[in-house]
């Protein structure tokens, strides 16, 4: 029996009374504001840098590197936020990606992939994709040559990067991937789906509804990319890292997709938050607990760099 953490039980109670709009109700711009305003509520306060610096990526993309004061000097992260591929940004992931560089001891090259429903699949993906390799081949450039590379995301940025890997698989171009939460297709038919559908941070309804936009006129769910957990094989996968929440609506297919990725072969490891939410990440303002999490996470993938 799944308990949530006593510090969400007060926003669950307050989102029974004040649900949030339903994404249809409202305008992308009114969203996008709305997602930016509560990352700055909920966010314990910013991690300092020793530099973050904007960059724009061969082939054209923006992205923000981040340098942690604490930086081992053996790895490289480049991390797809979440947001339900119609969200979020550099600045509404700024804070994360600040505590994911301190917790990995890694520099963090967070990417602004393009979103929808300006931009329908497979536009995210081809993105995210270009971005890894055009990453891998010019680190020297921020004299980061060397480096293992982790491919890192959360949410809807956690399929990005599941698929960033599938399709980088086998050429030595990722060495690990980390997917915090990942949604991992549109079908959302598990049992944890049904069980946190509604009341528990992510709504699925709201979900399907990004999944729409993100899809546009795209209907074949059993294409990799957009249900990476229907990949064909999964032989050459990159040492892998999942992160789930107890009381996530997206739980079971994380640890179902953790399940294949071990059956092929791949070193895995499966850590499981408990009584946390989905997006537990950004609310370390709301849960102290989340920086045990943080600690938790860094330890495996910085242990993850070193194997």
């Keep these: 029996m799944s308990q949530l953490h006593p510090d969400f039980q007060a926003v669950v109670d307050f989102l029974a009374g004040s649900p949030a709009p339903h994404p249809r109700e409202t305008s992308i711009e009114e969203r996008r504001a709305a997602h930016l305003a509560a990352s700055a509520l909920t966010e314990t306060a910013p991690v300092e840098m020793a530099e973050v610096r904007d960059i724009v990526l061969t082939g054209g993309l923006a992205a923000r590197l981040y340098t942690p004061f604490n930086d081992a000097g053996q790895g490289l992260t480049v991390y797809f936020h979440g947001g339900g591929f119609v969200l979020g940004t550099l600045d509404s992931y700024d804070g994360l990606a600040r ?22 699949f497979p536009a995210a993906v081809d993105d995210v994709i270009a971005a890894t390799r055009s990453i891998a081949q010019d680190r020297e450039l921020w004299g980061l040559a060397g480096r293992r590379l982790v491919v890192a995301g959360d949410s809807a940025g956690g399929m990005l990067a599941a698929v960033a890997a599938q399709e980088l698989r086998g050429s030595g171009v990722v060495d690990i991937q980390v997917l915090l939460y990942p949604t991992l297709g549109p079908e959302l038919v598990t049992d944890s789906a049904h069980r946190f559908a509604t009341g528990y941070i992510l709504e699925m ?17 059993t294409d990799s990319r957009i249900t990476p957990l229907l990949a064909d094989h999964l032989e050459n996968m990159p040492t892998t890292i999942i992160v789930v929440a107890e009381c996530d609506p997206l739980r079971d297919e994380a640890v179902t997709y953790a399940g294949l990725l071990e059956h092929y072969g791949t070193h895995v490891d499966l850590l499981e938050a408990k ?8 609310m370390g303002g709301i849960c102290a607990d989340v920086a045990d999490e943080f600690r938790i996470l860094g330890e495996h993938v910085r242990s993850a760099i070193l194997r």
Excluded: I, Q
């Design 275 to 282: 009584g946390m939410v989905h997006s537990f990440f950004k």
């Design 99 to 120: 505590h994911l560089a301190d917790a990995f001891a890694t520099p963090v090259m967070s990417v602004e992939y393009r979103l929808a429903p300006e931009h329908v």
């Design 205 to 221: 309804d709201h979900l399907h509804f990004h999944y729409r936009e993100y899809l546009g006129t795209w209907t074949d769910h």
